[in-house]
């Protein structure tokens, strides 16, 4: 049940950056991964996870979370991240922002996990095309600049700096709690 819900989480996010952009190219990438907790920060609402391959990361956990104090170090859980980018090319037009975020969490008691889908609108200047490695760096309406990998299909030997560009870029990540292996029964000798 679990495994679908976090499927139909990741179809939801790809489909809101497809449907906010219509007929325009969309380039997603996902990664899946099993962390360890290594430490966890009630007061701060932090958790720092370390990956596979050794690398650390801290996460901070939304207020309506309410199972942070299950959270503790040694535990494992699955981690999904999706992003997808809609880029379309436009000529014209103010910088301008918009963000959603939605979140749903593990009820009062249940394993903790939950997923966050965060979707941010930008109008915006081209700051820098790399053709080779297909990414766009966008300035924004505060002047923030932002990094996004582009589609195949979209043409960015249409681009150089100075053009005008509107994009939907949605992340989406998704935890759940792995079953941990219990430890082999200790053998008297």
Known sequence: MKRCAIALFIALAV???QAQVKDRAVAVEQTEVV??????DPKARTVTFSGPKGGVATLAVPPQAQNLNQVKPGQQYKLKYVEAVAIE???????????????Q???????????????RQIAGVVDAVDYTNRYIAVRGPKGN???LKAADDVPLEQLSAGDRVSLTHTEALAIEMVQQAKPAAKKGN
């Open 15 to 17: 489909a809101a950056a």
């Open 35 to 40: 962390v360890t907790v290594t430490k966890v």
């Open 89 to 103: 090319i436009s000529k014209g037009g103010k910088p301008a922002a918009a963000a959603a975020e939605e979140i």
């Open 105 to 119: 969490l593990a009820p009062k008691g249940a394993k903790p996990g939950g997923t966050v889908v965060r979707t």
């Open 145 to 147: 600049v932002l990094s």
